[in-house]
């Protein structure tokens, strides 16, 4: 069984902090991993989709990486506007295309 | 280009009562998933639509329904709702082809139960 996890379940910065964000998977086969951004009461916000090991994407102050087994979110010098819960999901090879989601990374950016 | 939308955004329903929410999706997609989301369990899996067929489903029972009409617009049904019921549900539409296919979430209906 495809399996996510997500730590820490919660994360206080204060502003220019950078800290890292980890998520820890177990499928068969990756086909691909996904960060979400989703923000209180509203719908997940697509980041980034990584392929392979060894894949970065960047976007502002978010950087995603990935290796066999994880993928880590990088965020540097964060602002308040980064408070969110941050989403990782994998898609697996074989069977259904449909992901499997982690329950997330809550972050709170102090000014 | 416009993203998905789902509507109603709020509802208040009592026990016992059905409903129906409707979601649109990206222009061009052909699959349709819908999540259940509360602070309990996180983002669970209710089913997929993929060219008006259910092509996977989640562990919800029965009263969980939904359909895919051929422009790719998807409801979804909740028969005799349970408090329990009381969610987020968030809709996803993607291209469906599996092959570096990105969901693309609406902004959700918050269902309350009373």
């Known amino acids: 069984e495809d399996q996510v996890t997500q730590s820490p379940e919660a994360l206080r910065l204060q502003e220019g902090e950078s800290s890292s964000l980890n998520c820890s998977y177990t499928?068969?086969?990756?086909?691909?991993l996904f960060w979400y951004r989703q923000d209180p009461g509203k719908g997940p916000e697509f980041l980034f989709t990584?392929?392979?090991a060894g894949e970065e994407k960047e976007k502002e102050r978010l950087k995603a990486t990935l290796t066999k087994k994880e993928s880590f979110l990088h965020i540097t010098a964060p602002k308040p506007e980064d408070s969110a819960t941050y989403l990782c999901?994998?898609?697996?090879?074989?069977?259904?295309?449909?992901?499997?989601f982690g329950r997330g990374t809550s972050l709170i950016v102090h000014p | 280009k416009a993203g998905v939308t789902q509507t109603p955004r709020y509802l208040i329903k009592t026990r016992g009562q059905q409903v129906t929410l409707s979601c649109s999706p990206i222009?061009?997609?052909?699959?349709v998933s819908w999540y259940q989301q509360t602070p309990g369990q996180g983002l669970q899996f209710l089913f997929e639509?993929?060219?008006?067929?259910?092509?996977n489903k989640g562990n919800f029972p029965g009263r969980f329904s939904g359909r895919q009409f051929s422009n790719s617009r998807s409801e979804m049904n909740v028969s005799t709702l349970e408090l329990g019921d009381s969610a987020l549900y968030l809709c996803?539409?993607?291209?469906?082809?599996?092959?570096?296919?990105?969901?693309?979430f609406g902004p959700g209906t918050r269902l309350t139960v009373l």
């Open positions: 996803a539409s993607s291209g469906g082809t599996g092959v570096r296919d990105t969901q693309y």
């Open positions: 499928v068969s086969g990756l086909r691909g």
């Open positions: 990584l392929y392979s």
């Open positions: 999901a994998v898609q697996a090879t074989g069977g259904s295309y449909i992901p499997t």
């Open positions: 222009s061009g997609h052909r699959s």
């Open positions: 639509y993929f060219s008006e067929t259910q092509r």
